[in-house]
């Protein structure tokens, strides 16, 4: 009884000791280069991997660490500022790409060279305005559009953004994101106000009044919701008429689980996906190369194939085509489609990064009363 | 005193050698951060460092009702070439702090630190102006100048729905921006409310646990703990597909004929269901202390207060009950303090009401506001305190008893 325990401890000594030594041994040989990926997760991380992570892993040989967070700079900032930088590259929200940059959070890339389109179209004239800032290559254009489920109305369904805030034609609950983001910008696209004109007025305190009234006019009916995978669930559940939504998920629950939901592309706000390195990442070259792969249009058009994600450079635009799952055809379903582009707003990121702070506090006052 | 022998000295090291790590330990991972978190809610001086001769000359020289002279614009000028040009991130900490005062004006920053560069000005202030008309408002150099003091009670002042008027009078700030003093008050009744229903329920739990016969009670103990065993979320999740309108509740009461179809009863998304998820979720920290004050309280005291002629309910009021005292005091303690910090739960279930203080400490952490969300930290934690001290000072901190 006494004498086990001591061998099995220096028996478990030998195998660490053994297990040491090979991984000595193997090391070196395993010692690939790599850099960290850090992304959003769910079905659109999955389109990205799918898109082109892999063929830059096989055209180059860096091995990719993906990891997943929830945004926000506060992850980034407590790297650059501890020095103990561990992420190379991450996916980010607009307005904390115009702040990591004013704060030095992010590597500037204004030299970075990006590739021309296959039709030999300049990348600086290729890419969609706005996609491409000092500190930023952007990936898709992704939109917020209200979303319904079909089953929820036997006749006349609503068609446009001011459906949505109507009550006396279409009584029943809507859910919303849990942020001021985009639902100010609903309130007035549906109040009237072009969506040109949309920031002039939220730039006002008028502005912000008239949208703050617009979204108490159905505030007793209004379903909260934190992450992008509880619309679909709220819509198939039918706890909700309609609901604010990313494009993508909601083409993915139409294609894949074949929900009968669909989309009111009608006053879409519209943003950008971008791809960020962190300042002292410590694998900048490395880095700098994967954006150059993301640039590819071939890249941009593996993602728009498998979610309904569009490119954001109009060369990578034609190569968009059937949806691989399902083979149904793309380009109806992208945001940047002729048909579904007759009202967009693009988000200002500049605009919120200087109000974020005010209107939050604003909005949860308001919801909380 | 007779001298110590060996062994009792010993003896009185080995207790203080004992518990020494864990003294180090809630040192460090305790109290320390909590006076640096103390400190950030009172003291940030990046404005300060970044453009000391500004916020010197604005302090000093400027009457407050008219624009700065030629002398602080060019001075800030100055501050901002020479700063952005030796580390580009520390204009963008400016232009945080600022804007949290003067909302909307980040950018000008950033712009003005580009622009700056590339042009030889001689009036400074025509040039400011020139590159964005902010310069030209009053409230931005007054934000500045705030900004400026290293000290300030201003995250307190904010974190309590204050402000500092013009005329240097602490006032509330208008009716639409007040944001927090709700959300204190909704976060206390919510975990009051909790513990009172938690009590409520537990209670009896605990008691039928105590007095069933040992196969019951493992059986009915067990069934306290599996619910405490389970992630948090996958709990909330479950009440979700029990409370929602096309819920298993909602579908049951149609079934039976209880509730018209197209009248499905309103569960969840509003205070009632957070109030029956935090509960449940809860439970258990009321069952267990009570359980086990009721489990060492011995039989015979109930025998000998009917023998003695109580009835049942002057036994239980007279005999029982206070000796749980010990038990309940502890139960509801642990659920009234774990339920101040609750958020994921009254987040995911309670609707447009759903926000609790913690959601915004949340919120100001993750967006590098550390000076506020420390500020209404300490506000919940020396709110907390106090009615620690009260709880001492009425029952008596002796009278808790956890098992």
């Known amino acids: ?369 | 005193m007779k001298p110590q022998n060996y062994s009792e000295r010993r003896g009185r090291w080995i207790p203080i050698m004992l518990v020494a790590p864990l003294v180090a330990f809630i040192g460090v991972t305790f109290i320390a951060p909590l006076g640096s978190m103390l400190k950030e809610s009172v003291y940030d001086a990046e404005v300060a460092n970044t453009l000391p001769g500004t916020v010197a000359l604005l302090t000093q020289t400027w009457d407050r009702e008219s624009l700065p002279s030629e002398e602080i614009y060019r001075k800030l000028a100055s501050e901002l070439i020479e700063r952005s040009t030796e580390d580009r991130s520390v204009i963008g900490k400016v232009a945080n702090r600022v804007n949290r005062l003067v909302p909307g004006t980040r950018s000008v920053w950033g712009k003005t630190a580009r622009k700056l560069k590339n042009i030889e000005a001689s009036d400074f202030r025509a040039t400011l102006i020139d590159i964005d008309d902010r310069w030209e408002e009053l409230e931005l150099w007054h934000g500045i100048r705030q900004a400026g003091q290293k000290f300030s009670s201003r995250n307190y002042l904010h974190a309590l729905d204050l402000e500092v008027s013009d005329e240097g009078n602490v006032v509330r700030v208008e009716e639409e921006k007040r944001a927090y003093v709700t959300l204190y008050l909704r976060t206390f009744y919510v975990a009051v409310t909790v513990t009172i229903l938690c009590l409520l329920l537990g209670y009896p739990i605990a008691n039928a646990i105590a007095n069933a016969s040992p196969t019951v009670s493992k059986i009915l103990l067990i069934l306290v703990l599996i619910p405490f065993w389970t992630s948090l979320l996958a709990r909330t999740s479950s009440w979700i597909v029990l409370l929602q309108g096309q819920g298993v509740i909602n579908d049951i009461l149609v079934a039976i004929g209880w509730v018209q179809d197209d009248q499905r009863l309103s569960l969840m998304y509003n205070m009632f269901g957070t109030l029956v998820a935090m509960t449940q979720i809860l439970l258990p920290f009321m069952v267990l202390p009570i359980y086990s004050v009721l489990n060492s309280m011995p039989p015979s005291y109930m025998r000998a207060a009917a023998s003695l002629g109580a009835n049942p309910i002057q036994a239980f009021t007279r005999v029982y009950w206070p000796q749980s005292l010990p038990g309940v005091y502890a139960g509801s303690l642990l659920v009234f303090i774990l339920a101040l910090g609750y958020y994921i739960t009254p987040a995911l279930v309670g609707g447009t009401k759903g926000q609790l203080i913690s959601n915004m400490i949340a919120y100001h952490i993750n967006n590098n506001n550390w000076g506020l969300g420390a500020a209404i930290s300490m506000i919940v934690l020396v709110s907390v305190m106090l009615l620690y001290l009260l709880f001492d000072r009425w029952i008596g901190i002796n009278k808790l008893k956890l098992s």
């Open chain 1, 1 to 369: 009884m006494n004498v086990a325990p001591a061998t099995s401890t220096s028996e478990l000594g030998k195998t660490v000791c053994a297990a040491i030594v090979i991984f000595m041994i193997f090391t070196p040989l395993n010692a690939t280069e790599s850099i960290t990926v850090v992304s959003w997760g769910g079905a659109a991380q999955k389109a990205h991997e799918d898109g082109y992570f892999h063929s830059f892993e096989e055209v180059t040989g860096i091995e990719i660490q993906v990891t997943e967070y929830n945004g926000g700079l506060a992850q980034i900032r407590a790297q650059v500022e501890s020095g103990n930088v561990n992420w190379d590259l991450v996916s980010v929200e607009s307005q904390d790409k115009v702040i990591g940059c004013d704060e030095g959070l992010l590597e500037v890339l204004d030299d970075l060279e990006l590739p021309d389109g296959p039709d030999g179209t300049p990348a600086e004239e290729d890419y969609l305005e706005g996609s491409l800032s000092d500190c930023s290559v952007g990936t898709i254009t992704w939109s917020t559009i209200i979303a319904y489920n079909a089953n929820s109305f036997e006749t006349d369904p609503p068609t446009t953004m001011a459906d949505f805030f109507d009550l006396e034609k279409f009584p029943g609950k809507r859910g919303i994101r849990r942020i001021p983001e985009v639902n100010l910008e609903f309130a007035l696209i549906a109040d009237g106000v072009p969506v040109d004109e949309v920031y002039d007025t939220l730039s006002t305190d008028e502005g912000v009044d008239q949208a703050f009234a617009k979204l108490d006019s159905i505030k007793d009916f209004l379903v909260i919701w934190e992450a992008g995978a509880q619309p679909p669930q709220l819509l198939a559940d039918q706890e909700v008429l309609m609901t604010t939504a990313y494009n993508g998920r909601i083409f993915n629950a139409q294609t894949v689980e074949k929900q009968p939901f669909v989309i009111i592309w009608d006053g879409q706000v519209r943003d950008y996906g971008q791809w960020v390195i962190v300042a002292g990442s410590p694998n900048l070259k490395n880095a700098r190369r994967f954006l150059q792969h993301v640039a590819l249009s071939s890249s941009l058009a593996g993602v728009a194939n498998r979610i309904s994600y569009g490119p954001v450079r109009r060369s990578a635009w034609d190569l968009v085509d059937k949806h691989i799952p399902t083979g149904i055809d793309m380009r109806p379903h992208m945001p940047t489609h002729p048909d579904n582009s007759k009202n967009v707003l693009t988000s200002d990121a500049e605009w919120w990064a200087d109000h974020k702070d005010e209107l939050t506090e604003r909005f949860s006052a308001w919801l909380s009363k």
